[in-house]
T-cell receptor
Framework: SQQGEEDPQALSIQEGENATMNCSYK?????LQWYRQNSGRGLVHLIL???NEREKHSGRLRVTLDTSKKSSSLLITASRAADTASYFC????????????WGAGTKLIIKP | NAGVTQTPKFQVLKTGQSMTLQCAQD?????MSWYRQDPGMGLRLIHY???????DQGEVPNGYNVSRSTTEDFPLRLLSAAPSQTSVYFC???????????????FGPGTRLTVT
């Protein structure tokens, strides 16, 4: 069962523009994590945000969490061709016995 | 550190064959897990382990077995391969979760399995 659902499923933007991806989930969570997956590769951790946090930054990445709306967003500023990848959110909760439940991902394409 | 390693990278099996996917990590992580990734879907948890000698089922355990005899290794066994098991398999490791939730997961490069 999928807890997180990313929106949009696919996003294509010009290099230099900002990219925003959203993740919605169904139950109360402990933590929400974002990962990147380049084509044919394993997933790489980007940011972990805890349920009592509202915003976190890491370089050009900004993640927000709104627990009242059960949603999170990932903003990539000043996008680069190397940001082309799929992005996944994953949540853990007591309901999932602390196991990560994953969304289907957003496929981001950065056009040069 | 090599991180999380998986072998083989690619495998083709015939229906009914069995095989073992290998996973090893050198970060002394207590928690290890196996996922499968199918097109258009997120990762689905097959089995996980919170330490040597301890394993548990995830969301889609049928047709797979695991064991954890050492902290470093967590092999996944396909007992009798079926076409529905055609997928990309990822192994991941992390510090073990607490009541505060999970930690950053480190992923292997994946094994692409085709069952004909």
């Amino acid at each position: 069962s999928q807890q997180g659902e990313e929106d949009p499923q696919a996003l294509s933007i010009q290099e230099g523009e900002n990219a925003t991806m959203n993740c919605s989930y169904k139950t109360s969570i402990n933590n929400l994590q974002w990962y990147r997956q380049n084509s044919g590769r394993g997933l790489v951790h980007l940011i972990l945000i805890r349920s009592n946090e509202r915003e976190k930054h890491s370089g050009r990445l900004r993640v927000t969490l709104d627990t009242s709306k059960k949603s999170s967003s990932l903003l990539i500023t000043a996008s680069r061709a190397a940001d082309t990848a799929s992005y996944f959110c994953a949540t853990d909760s007591m309901d999932s016995n602390y196991q990560l439940i994953w969304g289907a991902g957003t496929k981001l394409i950065i056009k040069p | 550190n090599a991180g999380v390693t998986q072998t083989p990278k690619f495998q083709v099996l015939k229906t009914g064959q069995s095989m073992t996917l290998q996973c090893a990590q050198d970060m002394n992580h207590e928690y290890m897990s196996w996922y499968r990734q199918d097109p258009g879907m997120g990762l689905r948890l097959i089995h996980y382990s919170v330490g040597a000698g301890i394993t548990d089922q995830g969301e889609v355990p049928n047709g797979y077995n695991v064991s954890r005899s050492t902290t470093e290794d967590f092999p996944l066994r396909l007992l009798s391969a079926a076409p529905s098991q055609t997928s990309v398999y990822f192994c991941a490791s992390s510090y073990s979760y607490t009541s505060g939730g999970t930690y950053e997961q480190y992923f292997g490069p994946g094994t692409r399995l085709t069952v004909t």
